[in-house]
């Protein structure tokens, strides 16, 4: 009888992702990770000089960026789109204005029901878990109006590799899937029809005095979601055995400490080319963007 293939190291569950949303949007608060991950891609919205009119946050309902993209666009008309529907409701909350302030100045960020493409599409801390990337850059870009352009935040591949190098010496699985290699989601995001992709990276020291709040907080940015996870359920005893590894790493400061990689990254639409074919197809909204971009030629 043959046997089934072993999951790359990298793939998701995406049934465990799933559940984990869900868990995640019972919670009163976005992931403590996320709003400063927010704030520091806004820092790159500097060297853009397109100010886009309108712009489309994706996954607001753990993305957390309402005051970051409000501060870099107070002008712009706001749009989003949860995909996960366990944080739909969670972020029409948080993103709605309440009544009394409707009457003072113009409502908040609105679910976008179609129609013309955006100027910019932000994503913050989605990528690294989405369990077909080219797929979502795909549908990325097309939300985008031409010479609109993307910005994103995620994981990289060395965050938390204490943890994983500390399950290794265990033989207890992945703690958390590979995330991919900023080189390769560039390369996909040249796949996904994105022109001039640039990444940059920043790495983050995270530190704790005991390791049950390192457990904690760990918990509140989500569950391990590798497909090459540990297959059954853990026990108190396996926890506490847990919690006796986390001890090995405390540093000369007396704190435990894990890593984080952030990865950054941002590309343009570009005036879609047509290829040598004999039939050649564009959508409606494209072939818009070619005429007026031909008018100002």
């Known amino acids: 009888m043959n046997e089934s293939p072993r999951p790359v190291p990298h793939q998701i569950d995406a049934q465990a992702l799933q559940q984990q949303l869900r868990r995640l949007a019972r919670r009163d608060e ?22 886009p009119a309108d712009y489309l946050e994706w996954g607001p309902g753990l993305g957390d960026s309402l005051a ?24 029409e909350r948080r993103l709605q204005k309440p009544w009394w302030r409707k009457l003072l100045d113009s409502a908040g960020p609105q679910l976008a029901r179609g129609g013309e493409p955006v100027q910019m ?29 993307l910005m994103f935040s995620c994981l990289g591949p060395d965050s938390l590799v204490e943890l994983v190098r500390l399950y290794e010496a265990l033989g207890w699985g992945r703690p958390l899937p590979a995330w ?5 989601l560039g390369d996909m995001m040249v796949e996904a029809g994105f022109a001039d992709p640039v990444m940059d990276q920043e790495r983050l020291r995270l530190t704790w005095s005991e390791p049950e709040k390192l457990l904690a907080d760990l918990r509140a940015l989500g569950g391990n979601v590798a497909a090459a996870r540990f297959p059954g359920l853990r026990t108190p005893r396996w ?5 006796a590894a986390l001890e090995s790493l405390r540093g000369p400061d007396g704190l435990i400490a894990l890593s984080l990689e952030l ?30 971009r031909s008018g100002k030629d």
Do not use: C
């Open 121 to 149: 599409l932000w994503a913050n801390m989605a990528l690294h878990a989405a369990p077909d990337k080219p797929a979502l850059l795909k549908t990325w870009h097309q939300l985008l109006a031409v010479d609109g352009f």
């Open 263 to 292: 990865v950054y990254g941002h590309a343009f639409k570009p005036v879609p080319r047509p290829r040598m074919s004999g039939e050649t197809h564009f959508s409606l909204n494209d072939m818009r963007s070619m005429v007026r």
């Open 239 to 243: 926890r506490q055995r847990l919690l």
């Open 30 to 51: 976005a992931p403590w990770l996320h709003a400063e991950v927010a704030r520091r891609m806004a820092e790159r919205l500097d060297f853009i000089k397109l100010k």
């Open 180 to 184: 991919v290699d900023m080189h390769d």
């Open 68 to 91: 970051a993209l409000q501060s870099a666009y107070p002008e712009s008309r706001a749009w989003w789109i949860e995909p996960t529907p366990a944080l739909r409701l969670r972020a």
